[in-house]
């Protein structure tokens, strides 16, 4: 599968009272790729944020793709609704799930994309079979739960694993990091072999987030050179 460069702002740093407006400033033909939505329960991480219902509301606010990020317990249960509900990729974390290959096959029958998540102190190897029914890999670049997090670069080595599985044949997957990545991070991640890059506080906390999700594929771009 060839590499791509595709960015994923994440809504948890924009203003949740004006959601739509927050998905239209990243608009546009050379805008975001993928808007990130990250769901947590207040159990799987202690953060809580929204759900079901604001996903719905967000799907009809907007035309990009909805990249939904289940930081929930019991993911078995619930995952299937995002997908229902219209999103792109539902990704779930491989701590939480109970059967990943039954989820994986439920979203992808239900018309989603099927992504896994792993936290930074995950190994890969355990799922390397299990991704075999993933359409995407997310790898934590911080622990889940809060935004404006600084980046762990020790997590790059499976963002490599990944890449050569991909590059090999072995596996079919679009390679997801999520976590502090921003102008000073970005790069390693490009060239560890990522192709789509969450940002929620390096999008939405400067003035104009257009201008950086722009720059940033810009130095996607550039770093594969
Ligand atoms: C953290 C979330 C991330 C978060 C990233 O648990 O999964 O998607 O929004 O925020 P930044 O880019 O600020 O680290
Ligand atoms: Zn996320």
Not at 32 to 37: R, T
């Amino acid at each position: 599968m060839a590499r791509q460069a595709l960015i994923a702002p994440s809504i948890l740093s924009a203003d949740f009272a004006r959601l739509a407006e927050e998905a239209a400033a990243v608009g546009g033909p050379d805008g975001a790729d993928w808007l990130h939505v990250d769901v947590m329960d207040a159990h799987f991480v202690p953060n809580l944020t929204l759900g079901l219902p604001v996903v719905k509301s967000l799907r009809k606010a907007t035309e990009i793709p909805l990249d939904c990020h289940l930081m929930i317990e019991n993911p078995d249960r619930w995952a299937i609704g995002y997908a229902e509900a219209g999103a792109y990729n539902v990704t779930v974390h491989a701590e939480a799930a109970g059967d990943p290959v039954k989820i994986a096959k439920d979203l992808r029958a239900a018309g989603a994309k099927a992504g896994l998540s792993v936290k930074p102190g995950t190994p890969l190897e355990s799922y390397v079979d299990v991704l075999k029914h993933y359409d995407t890999l997310l790898v934590m670049s911080v622990e889940p739960g809060f935004g404006g997090q600084s980046f762990m670069p020790e997590v790059l080595d499976k963002v490599r694993t990944a890449r050569r599985l991909v590059d090999t044949g072995h596996l079919t997957l679009v390679v997801e990091i999520d976590g502090g990545i921003n102008a000073d991070t970005v790069e390693q991640a490009a060239e560890a072999g990522v192709d789509c890059f969450v940002a929620g506080s390096a999008v939405y906390d400067g003035k104009d987030p257009g201008k950086a999700v722009r720059a940033l594929r810009r130095q996607v771009l550039d770093a594969r050179r």
